[in-house]
């Protein structure tokens, strides 16, 4: 299948490419080999599967966005001169829209990050925030640049765990749907076959025949309570994964707690490494930071605020807050002394993602084959005991 990628390449420069590939997974892979960033990855017949059509997605492409005015403040063109050529180029109503008055409002004499405050459902706080630092040092072009390499390495964490649930969750789903289908359909059929033979049968067996018995006699009771607890579980995982309760519950399980709480102090290290590296005052940056972590970290990092603004360090407000490790209060306490805090905070957060890869790889090994092996179990079970029966039947003829 044929692809045009638009990507970033290592000197900042947006190129479009065409690409022979059997999915849009192989069309990254490539691109990564080539050492270029995919900005968005289309089919060649226009149907978009980029990051602007993925659900949950605002149609606006930030990312793409930032790679874009980079690239046109870099080859000399003014803040205006980049926007109208932004618009002369986009196709997307909604790109349209946000660019249009990105400009109305830059023509009215507003700061740019002013601009950006006003449509705060497409520029969250974060990046409002580094634009409003890149004001006040003038440079607009290294902010773009640093938040780009923020949102790749975000996104390349967030593949990777994605990437790593694909096939337990496929394996989830043929495993129920098997599951669904032997005690919904086969089951009810072997227990009409054993009814009435009047022979004792093994107690599990029993219990699977007499659940049979009652699937047949109100299937359609049954599958739609099913039907109706699937939807019920569907909103209330979605509204639990929304409002960033899983990390708490996710923290809380053995041997994966730990792990995870890892990769939110990774997130959280890299967002404020970012922030003050741009200039950004440390309570400011924590301000910000609190909008994009969960609800447990953002409690932590009101108390490490509060510690600071009566006049402690940013280590002493980590380390009393529980928002650090051994590795990353010794090099936030290097970073106090040499006065580079945000290289040391983004050096910690790079030296997690490598540890958090490496975990997450060695998990997925071990995970796979132990939930298929659970739900072959599962299945073998089922079979076992619908056929025991026959078994003893066949015992008795001989």
């Known amino acids: 299948m044929r692809f045009t990628v638009r990507s970033l390449s290592p000197d900042n420069l947006i190129e479009t490419h065409t690409v022979d590939a059997a999915d849009t997974g192989e069309v990254s892979r490539l691109l990564q080999q080539r050492r270029l960033?995919?900005?968005s990855i289309e089919a060649a017949s226009g149907s978009g599967v980029g990051y602007s059509s993925l659900p949950g997605r605002t149609p606006f492409s930030l990312l793409l966005f930032s790679a874009e005015l980079l690239a046109l403040l870099e080859a000399g063109l003014s803040l205006v001169e980049s926007f109208e050529a932004l618009l002369e180029k986009e196709a997307s109503p909604i790109a349209r829209a946000v660019l249009e008055r990105l400009m109305e409002d830059l023509r009215e004499g507003l700061r740019f990050s002013a601009a950006l405050a006003r449509q705060s459902d497409v520029f969250p706080p974060l990046y409002v925030g580094i634009v409003t630092a890149a004001e006040g040092t003038s440079d607009l072009p290294q902010a773009l640049s640093r938040y780009i390499d923020y949102q790749t390495r975000l996104d390349t964490v967030r593949n990777r765990m994605v990437s790593a649930a694909i096939y337990p969750a496929i394996l989830l789903v043929?495993?129920?749907?098997?599951?669904?289908?032997?005690?919904?359909?086969?089951?009810?059929?072997?227990?009409?076959?054993?009814?009435?033979?009047?022979?004792?049968?093994?107690?599990?067996?029993q219990l699977l025949l007499d659940w049979g018995q009652f699937?047949?006699?109100?299937?359609?009771?049954?599958?739609?309570?099913?039907?109706?607890?699937m939807l019920v579980a569907g909103y209330w995982l979605r509204r639990f994964v929304h409002s960033g309760r899983w990390i708490v519950?996710?923290?809380?399980?053995?041997?994966?707690?730990?792990?995870?709480?890892?990769?939110?102090?990774?997130?959280?290290y890299l967002t404020t490494g970012m922030l003050l590296e741009?200039?950004?005052?440390?309570?400011?940056?924590?301000?910000?930071?609190?909008?994009?972590?969960?609800?447990?970290?953002?409690?932590?990092?009101?108390?490490?605020?509060?510690i600071i603004s009566d006049g402690g360090t940013l280590s002493q407000a980590f380390d009393s807050s529980r928002l650090t490790?051994?590795?990353?209060?010794?090099?936030?306490?290097?970073?106090?002394?040499?006065?580079?805090?945000?290289?040391?905070?983004?050096?910690?957060?790079?030296?997690?993602?490598?540890?958090?890869?490496?975990?997450?790889?060695?998990?997925?090994?071990?995970?796979?084959?132990?939930?298929?092996?659970?739900?072959?179990?599962?299945?073998?079970?089922?079979?076992?005991?619908?056929?025991?029966?026959?078994?003893?039947l066949a015992g008795t003829l001989k």
Request: hydrophobic share 50%; aromatic share 8%.
């Open 37 to 39: 960033q995919p900005l």
């Open 174 to 205: 043929v495993g129920g749907g098997v599951t669904f289908f032997l005690m919904g359909y086969v089951v009810p059929r072997f227990a009409g076959v054993y009814q009435g033979t009047g022979r004792a049968l093994p107690w599990l067996s």
């Open 215 to 229: 699937v047949g006699q109100h299937s359609g009771t049954v599958f739609g309570c099913l039907l109706a607890l």
């Open 249 to 268: 519950f996710m923290t809380r399980l053995p041997g994966i707690g730990e792990r995870v709480r890892i990769i939110e102090l990774s997130r959280l």
């Open 278 to 306: 741009g200039g950004i005052p440390i309570l400011s940056a924590l301000d910000i930071v609190s909008n994009v972590v969960s609800p447990m970290t953002r409690a932590a990092l009101l108390v490490a605020r509060s």
């Open 325 to 392: 490790t051994p590795i990353a209060l010794r090099m936030l306490r290097v970073g106090e002394r040499s006065g580079q805090m945000g290289a040391m905070l983004t050096r910690s957060a790079l030296f997690y993602e490598g540890e958090s890869a490496r975990w997450i790889e060695r998990f997925t090994k071990v995970f796979e084959p132990v939930l298929m092996t659970v739900i072959g179990l599962l299945v073998g079970l089922i079979v076992i005991l619908l056929y025991m029966p026959i078994f003893d």
